[in-house]
């Protein structure tokens, strides 16, 4: 059990130190060719690294990892499981609540069996979160996705033209 204290801790440690992110990953093999993807993320220096250790053994999940350039990551992926933590997080969080709050309503708008259309809106969601994060370069939008689902005749192209 997480005492509360450590719950603040741990999402200051959120606010100043870490990333919460939605993201669209571009998918060969799903059917519609996209995944929504969640993540938090907390950075520190490799020789912190003990720090991020912890946060594991509180929260339970996840995994670190070293990278090349000094710096270690401890990083929690999945809907359900960045959905479990934020909403533990959530009373707690002040820079980044914003944006929990919208990834939580991303996780829970993602349907039990997707479709095209229910991909294009929770792709919307996605965008929604961009706002929040400094990405330079964010390539995979909603509109992208809705473009690739056109190209590949699983949904109807959209026009402007009016019916008569």
Not at 69 to 75: K, N, R, V
Not at 81 to 107: F, M
């Amino acid at each position: 059990m997480v005492l509360n204290e450590e719950l603040a801790y741990i999402a200051g440690f959120l606010d100043g130190d870490g990333c919460v992110m939605a993201q669209l990953v571009r998918r060969k093999d799903y059917i519609y060719g996209y995944q929504v993807r969640t993540s938090i993320v907390f950075y520190q220096h490799q020789r912190n690294r003990e720090i991020l250790h912890w946060l594991k053994s509180r929260l339970k999940i996840g995994y670190i990892r070293h990278r090349n350039d000094g710096m270690a990551e401890y990083t929690i992926v999945g809907l359900r499981e960045v959905d479990g933590i934020l909403k533990i997080l959530l009373p707690y969080l002040r820079l980044k609540k914003r944006l929990a709050e919208q990834v939580i309503k991303l996780a829970k708008a993602h349907p039990e069996k997707m479709t095209p259309k229910k991909l294009v809106r929770l792709s919307k969601l996605v965008d929604d979160t961009a706002k929040f994060n400094y990405s330079k370069k964010r390539t995979n939008t909603s509109d992208r996705v809705r473009l690739y689902l056109e190209k590949a005749n699983l949904i109807p192209v959209e026009t402007d033209l009016p019916c008569i």
